[in-house]
């Protein structure tokens, strides 16, 4: 086992640190494009089921299946990081848009009207008043993709994206469960890491105003 | 001298929503300058659709509401809002903001220096009596019901506008509060000389408040009379509502 380790430890570090961009960029992406479009649908209804049907539908496939359909693509897919990152990115749209809605429509009436009523333009009312009350629930919808993606992001090795899930599909090849722990747990810790450190956040935003108000 | 300039007209205002039953039907009524109006009615007369006429959240079907002379139709909704101070109900303070942010947020959508809007504040909040270094840095949920109506009154009040627009402003309070409040809300009034429209459900409070009373009955103003004269009207809704007044305070 020390020996193991000892051999394996300088390229768990590189795979982790491929599993941390690999992540991190695709949850940037997913927010840059999710939250404004959970905007969008907030503010006009009649796009909703399109919208959401869209984010919707990359849920069910399969993330293999994803994974294999972008490479033959030109200009965005091939074999290789670009191609796991825009997979991971569709993955984490849903949650992202998901909860920018909710969290939009779940702002008070009362406290939308009277934003309105003292003089602020619609841009104001969004964003001194909608999107600050709502930041709990979008940053759920984060923390929620970014768990997902680091699991999934391990499957993206497939397609020669790197990260833990070389470790794993070595190991499977190999039949060599060691190699299949040392990807599987550094991602399972990574994982829950991530959920402690954003729920963390979460319960600051939260707890500023009416700790016990919402709890989503 | 001049008689005093209105301050909200309506000139035969209907409203109804899109193929819905009429709201209100042919309402007229001006209120001067430093007035205050007390409109009561049933649940659903179309009390409070009067004052999101005023403040043009509705816009009239028929007819013209004017605000200073000008027909809302005219004014840049914005514009209009930020004269117009407004209390609601549920009063609609904003819980991600301080009670200084919430007080000082008109002044600071108009564009006021910090400092100029941190001395507002701190003045509004002692005319509705609290204690600015104890409220400034706290929230909307920390307070209590009749802490937030004062929070409120006080930001309605920040800007100075000339003309506030009250909905059942204290209707979740209990009557001691309440009844305090209506007092130093009468006493701003005067010393501040604004005008007011204000709905409530209580005639104790429309008598202390109003300069006049209206009665809205099915989407019509149907009597319009300073307090004593309104208590004595012959008109049936009006005594209806008087004689539950008197019923409800004996026992």
Same mark, same amino acid.
Not at chain 1, 47 to 75: D, E, H, K, Y
Not at chain 1, 132 to 143: C, E
């Given at each position: 086992? =020390?020996?193991?380790?000892? =051999?394996? *430890?300088?390229?768990?570090?590189?795979?982790?640190?491929?599993?941390?961009?690999? +992540?991190? $960029? *695709?949850?940037?992406?997913?927010?840059?494009?999710?939250?404004?479009?959970?905007?969008?649908?907030?503010?006009?209804?009649?796009?909703?089921?399109?919208?959401?049907?869209? +984010?919707?539908?990359?849920?069910?496939?399969? *993330?293999?299946?994803?994974?294999? /359909?972008?490479? #033959?693509? #030109? +200009?965005?897919?091939?074999?290789?990081?670009?191609?796991?990152?825009?997979?991971?990115?569709?993955?984490?749209?849903?949650?992202i /848009?998901?909860?920018?809605?909710?969290?939009?429509?779940?702002?008070?009436?009362?406290?939308?009207?009277?934003?309105?009523?003292?003089?602020?333009? =619609?841009?104001? /009312?969004?964003?001194? +008043?909608?999107?600050?009350?709502?930041?709990?629930v /979008?940053?759920?919808?984060?923390?929620?993709?970014?768990?997902? *993606?680091?699991?999934?992001?391990?499957?993206?090795?497939?397609?020669?994206?790197?990260?833990?899930?070389?470790?794993?599909?070595?190991?499977?090849?190999? $039949? =060599?469960?060691?190699?299949?722990l040392?990807?599987?747990?550094?991602?399972?810790?990574?994982?829950?890491?991530?959920?402690?450190? $954003?729920?963390?956040?979460?319960?600051?935003?939260?707890?500023?105003?009416?700790?016990?108000?919402?709890?989503? | 001298?001049a008689a005093?300039?209105?301050?909200?007209?309506?000139?035969?205002?209907?409203?109804?929503?899109? &193929?819905?039953?009429?709201?209100?039907?042919?309402?007229?009524?001006?209120?001067?300058?430093?007035?205050?109006?007390?409109?009561?009615?049933?649940?659903?007369?179309?009390?409070?659709?009067?004052?999101?006429?005023?403040?043009?959240?509705?816009?009239?079907?028929? !007819?013209?509401?004017?605000?200073?002379?000008?027909?809302?139709?005219?004014?840049? &909704?914005?514009?209009?809002?930020?004269?117009?101070?407004y209390? @609601?109900?549920?009063?609609?303070?904003?819980?991600?903001?301080?009670?200084?942010?919430?007080?000082?947020?008109?002044?600071?959508?108009?564009?006021?220096?910090?400092?100029?809007?941190?001395?507002?504040?701190?003045?509004?909040?002692?005319?509705?009596?609290?204690?600015?270094? %104890?409220?400034?840095?706290?929230?909307?949920?920390?307070?209590?019901?009749?802490?937030r109506?004062?929070?409120?009154?006080?930001?309605?009040?920040?800007?100075?506008?000339?003309? @506030?627009?009250?909905?059942?402003?204290?209707?979740?309070?209990?009557?001691?509060?309440?009844?305090?409040?209506?007092?130093?809300?009468?006493?701003?009034?005067?010393?501040?000389?604004?005008?007011?429209?204000?709905?409530?459900?209580?005639?104790?409070?429309?008598?202390v408040?109003?300069?006049?009373? !209206?009665?809205?009955? %099915? !989407?019509?103003?149907?009597?319009?009379?300073?307090?004593?004269?309104?208590?004595?009207?012959?008109?049936?809704?009006?005594?209806?509502?008087?004689?539950? @007044?008197?019923?409800?305070t004996?026992?």
């Amino acid at each position: 086992m =020390d020996n193991f380790l000892a =051999d394996h *430890s300088r390229e768990l570090i590189q795979l982790s640190a491929e599993h941390l961009m690999l +992540v991190g $960029l *695709s949850i940037l992406g997913a927010i840059v494009i999710g939250v404004p479009l959970g905007i969008a649908v907030h503010q006009k209804p009649q796009w909703r089921t399109f919208v959401m049907g869209f +984010v919707n539908v990359f849920q069910t496939i399969p *993330s293999l299946a994803l994974f294999a /359909v972008l490479i #033959p693509l #030109p +200009v965005i897919g091939g074999i290789g990081a670009r191609s796991a990152l825009i997979a991971l990115v569709l993955y984490s749209l849903l949650p992202i /848009v998901a909860n920018t809605v909710a969290g939009l429509s779940g702002v008070p009436p009362a406290v939308r009207e009277s934003a309105v009523a003292i003089g602020m333009s =619609d841009r104001q /009312v969004l964003w001194k +008043v909608e999107f600050p009350l709502a930041l709990d629930v /979008v940053f759920t919808g984060i923390r929620i993709a970014t768990v997902m *993606s680091v699991g999934l992001a391990t499957i993206a090795a497939a397609i020669g994206a790197g990260g833990l899930g070389m470790f794993i599909f070595r190991g499977l090849a190999m $039949l =060599d469960t060691r190699l299949i722990l040392a990807g599987a747990l550094p991602a399972a810790a990574m994982a829950l890491l991530a959920n402690y450190g $954003l729920s963390l956040i979460e319960r600051r935003i939260r707890g500023r105003y009416a700790p016990t108000e919402r709890s989503t | 001298m001049a008689a005093p300039a209105s301050a909200v007209e309506f000139r035969d205002v209907s409203f109804r929503r899109e &193929a819905g039953r009429a709201i209100l039907s042919n309402v007229s009524f001006t209120v001067t300058e430093g007035e205050s109006f007390a409109l009561i009615g049933r649940s659903g007369s179309g009390k409070t659709t009067i004052l999101k006429l005023i403040n043009r959240l509705l816009q009239p079907s028929g !007819g013209d509401v004017l605000v200073d002379g000008r027909s809302t139709r005219n004014w840049d &909704a914005i514009q209009l809002r930020r004269r117009i101070g407004y209390v @609601l109900q549920e009063v609609g303070l904003f819980p991600h903001m301080t009670i200084a942010a919430n007080v000082g947020i008109v002044p600071s959508l108009e564009g006021w220096t910090p400092s100029r809007i941190e001395a507002r504040v701190k003045e509004v909040l002692l005319m509705v009596g609290l204690p600015p270094d %104890d409220f400034m840095a706290r929230y909307p949920h920390e307070l209590s019901g009749g802490q937030r109506q004062r929070v409120g009154v006080a930001r309605a009040l920040a800007a100075d506008p000339p003309l @506030l627009l009250m909905d059942e402003p204290f209707g979740a309070l209990d009557p001691i509060t309440r009844a305090e409040l209506q007092q130093e809300l009468k006493r701003l009034l005067v010393a501040l000389k604004k005008t007011l429209v204000i709905v409530t459900h209580d005639i104790p409070e429309a008598c202390v408040l109003g300069s006049s009373i !209206g009665l809205i009955q %099915d !989407g019509r103003l149907v009597e319009r009379l300073p307090p004593e004269q309104f208590l004595r009207s012959a008109h049936p809704e009006v005594q209806a509502v008087v004689a539950s @007044l008197s019923v409800h305070t004996r026992s």
